[in-house]
């Protein structure tokens, strides 16, 4: 949600931002138009009460009070009807009531783009930071994950159409192993860097989904039941991000570091046509999400750590990847700067997003109202939410079993997942 105060000081640079992200501009102007009414609305209501209170201080002092203010009584009426409508008006265009149109614009916004964010109208403009890992020369042509997976018995598409229809996917034996096993790898990785493990409801509330910016991100790809004003998390960033609403925080618990392995349910499946098959695009995928509430000076630094954290579980498993800074124009609603993970996958030769970490500044807080104190007489300020994937399960998954296939059909287990699998390697036999 943009802050009204930074759009009367300084539209211009929501204007940038807004050209930046390839979108039309003009909302500012229409933010600007009617925070102009609802102002003059306040200045008028405030000279209407000034009035009556002149009238009212001057049949105080009136030698014959009766008479004064039976004359002014009309005045007064006049007054107390404007005043009345005034009011309403104010109300109804104030960026704090929920139903106002000006209240509408501010949320319906996007984040502002940082300005260390690239330019660039889509993803063909993304920056190449850095790569880690040489992809593996194969002596044989590597085979798709699903492949691999269906031969091993590891994985089930054909059973998982039969009960649930197209994108989902059964797990069986070492392959639902190999997937708890990443998820224990994740959260024990996560705990050593200082994050807290919380296991979050996968029903939230509307509102919940609305402070986390969701309703305007993934609308049209929400699993929900409306009667009930429940909806499935699309990540466990929503109810990590929304855990801390409406409180006013210590600075002293500042950072504060959560992790949580959830599953998550989104409609959206990507373009038509494309990752039809195998683990990428799932209605139901599982992941372990991690969560920063920081203080604002520290935000960026604290991105760089959370994309390093993330970057350190696929090094561990050996799985070659590089880090992108994504351009403007591929920016997410809710972020102002976003690195993504892509790992390496032999079978199409080339590197897919594994991770995605986004600084949204205040832009999260501000719907939520998460707030902390410098000290104990300060006023409240806005903390900064950062979110980011370590990782996403199925992407990983078929990540190693693409990686580390080999000629007979077998897949070596990473070492760094071997104790939690209990297995060295995948073969058929399983």
């Known amino acids: ?57 001057e049949i105080a002092k009136a030698s014959d009070r009766a008479a004064t203010a039976s004359s002014l009584r009309p005045q007064i009426a006049a007054l107390d009807a404007e005043i009345a409508s005034l009011d309403a008006l104010a109300k109804s265009l104030a960026p704090d009531t929920p139903e106002s149109p000006l209240r509408e614009l501010l949320v319906q916004s996007p984040n502002l783009v940082d300005e260390s964010t690239p330019d660039g109208a889509d993803a063909s403009a993304n920056v190449v930071l850095r790569t880690w890992g040489t992809p593996r020369n194969f002596t044989f042509a590597p085979r798709p994950h699903w492949e691999i997976g269906e031969k091993l018995g590891v994985l089930d598409f054909e059973r998982a159409a039969k009960l649930s229809g197209s994108r989902f996917a059964v797990l069986r034996g070492l392959g639902a192993r190999l997937s708890r096993a990443l998820a224990q790898f994740f959260l024990d990785r996560a705990a050593e860097r200082g994050y807290v493990e919380i296991a979050p409801p996968y029903l939230v509330t509307q509102q919940t989904m609305w402070r986390t910016g969701q309703l305007t991100k993934f609308s049209d ?9 429940l909806y499935l998390i699309p990540t466990a960033e929503v109810p990590l991000t929304a855990l801390h609403g409406d409180e006013i925080l ?49 935000s960026f630094a604290a991105l760089e750590a959370m994309t390093a954290d ?10 070659p990847y590089r880090v992108l800074s994504l351009c403007a124009g591929d920016l997410g609603f809710n972020a102002a700067k976003t690195y993504d993970l892509e790992v390496w996958l032999p079978s199409s030769n080339e590197y897919r997003e ?50 580390y296939q080999q000629e007979d059909g077998s897949v070596i287990v990473p070492e760094a997942l071997r104790r939690y699998v209990g297995a060295d390697r995948i073969t058929a036999a399983e």
């Open 310 to 319: 993330a970057a350190a579980l696929l090094e561990e498993l050996g799985l």
């Open 354 to 403: 594994i991770s995605s970490c986004s600084d949204c500044t205040d832009f999260q807080a501000r719907r939520s109202q998460i707030r902390w104190r410098r000290d104990a007489k300060a006023r409240p300020e806005l903390v900064h939410t950062l979110n980011g994937s370590g990782l996403a399960i199925g992407r990983t998954l078929l990540a190693v079993l693409e990686n």
């Open 1 to 57: 949600m943009l802050d009204i105060t930074l759009c009367r000081r300084d539209p211009d640079r929501i204007r940038r931002s807004a050209i930046r992200r390839g979108s039309d501009p003009s909302f500012v102007d229409e933010i600007l138009r009617l925070d102009e009414r609802y102002r003059f609305a306040l200045t008028d209501l405030e000279t209407r009460k000034a009035e009556k209170n002149r009238l009212s201080a």
């Open 250 to 298: 210590d600075g002293t618990s500042l950072p504060i570091r959560y992790a949580a392995y959830s599953s998550c349910f989104r409609k959206e499946a990507g373009a038509a046509g494309k990752d039809t098959r195998g683990l990428i695009r799932q209605h139901q995928f599982e992941k372990v999400e991690l969560v920063r509430l920081e203080r604002p000076e520290d």
């Open 221 to 229: 790809a929400m699993f929900a039941d409306l009667d009930a004003g």
